[in-house]
């Protein structure tokens, strides 16, 4: 892919339990033990975005694509949040933050994210998504997914009032020249953790303090063991599927994930060998 080979391996199970955490590491740890030159890792999948209800270039909206970095002064590229506790109605989380020590990834999304602002054409990831997409439907059998882009009506974007009651609201309103993007990339902090995810307001919460642009689930097995293998560059990339962290089902969740895939790609064609 580009100037690099690419291994690729599927993740057995996500999650905080044992067995979860035993068969994530594991995968990871088979993966840099079989392959010992792997310069770079992508954890590639849907998550949940993190939409800002008036700004549109702050807004992350279905369909769109988040690759982690340690952006807007933060800490981290991911926080993990293991606990959370609620002292006198403060609420505290207890997280474990991780970053790479190379920003390679991160320098080259950020370029294909300065390009496309700066030259009238369409995005690298756009031409990759087309062409994965005319692959797909004409191998694909009647019972695989769908993984056209789903109808811009199909993406409810709503907000508590008052913590409690639900209100659908529109989108914040982009200028002429992103209308015509289908697939938007964003570079900044991304984070998860059961803990956070049930509750919408403590999910709001996190992600406001941490600045987080998306979530997902449970990564902390996946992080710990890229770590653990001295993988000193990667990089959480995330296709958005929802507004909570990617799990639940629905249409969105193929096109997402293969958009997050085409952004890989993307990266890859541009990223230094």
Not at 136 to 163: C, H, V, W
Not at 221 to 242: E, F, K, P, T, W
Request: hydrophobic share 35%; net charge neutral.
């Amino acid at each position: 892919m580009g100037n690099h080979s690419v291994v690729c391996t599927k993740l057995p199970a996500l999650g905080s339990s044992r067995e979860a955490t035993i068969a994530a590491g594991n995968a990871i740890t088979r993966l840099l033990g079989t392959f010992q030159k792997v310069e770079h890792v992508f954890v590639c999948g849907a998550g949940g975005g993190v939409p800002h209800y008036t700004s549109y270039d702050k807004h992350v909206k279905l369909g769109d694509v988040v690759i982690s970095h340690c952006g807007n002064n933060q800490k981290a590229v991911y926080t993990y949040c293991k606990n959370v506790s609620n002292e006198n109605g403060n609420i505290k989380f207890d997280c474990h933050q991780y970053n790479p020590k190379i920003f390679d990834i991160q320098i080259a999304a950020m370029k294909l994210q300065t390009e496309v602002k700066s030259i009238d054409k369409k995005p690298l990831w756009d031409i990759y998504l087309s062409e994965a997409l005319n692959k797909i439907e004409k191998q694909k059998t009647d019972n695989e997914s769908d993984f056209k882009r789903p109808p811009a009506d199909s993406d409810k974007l709503q907000m508590y009032i008052g913590g409690t009651e639900l209100i659908e609201i529109t989108h914040p309103i982009c200028n002429d020249k992103d209308n015509n993007l289908g697939t938007r990339i964003h570079v900044g902090p991304i984070g998860g953790g059961q803990s956070v995810i049930s509750n919408a307001f403590t999910r709001q919460k996190f992600t406001t303090e941490y600045k987080l642009l998306a979530m997902d689930s449970e990564f902390d097995s996946v992080m710990g063991s890229l770590m653990g293998n001295y993988c000193h560059s990667y990089a959480i990339v995330r296709g958005i599927s929802d507004y909570k962290d990617g799990s639940v089902k629905n249409e969105w969740q193929p096109y997402a994930s293969l958009a997050a895939a085409s952004v890989i790609k993307a990266i890859l064609s541009i990223i230094n060998v």
